[in-house]
């Protein structure tokens, strides 16, 4: 029987809420240089906001390392007319990561640089359960 506490079986999603002044294309930079990744400017992300009744348009930052399978988006939080996620509206930008494994020393990494004033892991029960974040939203 194999023990799953030494096991690094990928997480399916892990989401990171930022805070940081830089604007996303720089913070992209310093996420590239930190984390040695390929971040580049994806296309929009396009969102109801039910409040307003208009379509919402997102930048977002976006890599799939072919090596190891692993999909990582940087995506702004804070629109015209209203946050991606409304559930955490002081969040600058969500960084969210599929097929990751060592989810841990990304966050140590992303806590080492200097342009991001906050981070912290997200879990899905801490948004609601309509929250984009937790879908792809290059779907």
């Given amino acids: 029987m194999q023990n799953k506490l030494n096991t690094c079986e990928p ?3 892990a989401v990171f809420a930022i ?3 830089e604007p996303l294309y720089r913070l992209a930079w310093l996420v590239n240089q930190q984390l040695e990744w390929k971040l580049t400017e994806s296309e929009t992300i396009n ?3 039910k409040e307003h009744t208009v379509i919402q348009q997102f930048f977002s930052f976006a890599w799939r390392d072919a090596e190891t399978g692993a999909a990582y988006n940087l995506i702004q939080n804070k629109g015209a007319q209203g946050p991606f996620d409304s559930t ?3 969040i600058d930008y969500w960084l969210r990561i599929e097929n990751v494994s060592d989810v841990g020393s990304i966050l140590a990494e992303l ?3 200097n ?3 906050m981070v912290q892991e997200i879990k899905p029960t801490d948004l609601k359960k309509t929250s984009p974040v937790f879908r792809n939203p290059l779907n």
């Fill in 11 to 13: 997480e399916p999603i």
């Fill in 19 to 21: 805070v940081s002044y």
């Fill in 47 to 49: 969102v109801m906001n």
């Fill in 88 to 90: 955490m509206k002081a």
């Fill in 111 to 113: 806590k080492k640089i």
């Fill in 115 to 117: 342009g991001i004033q």
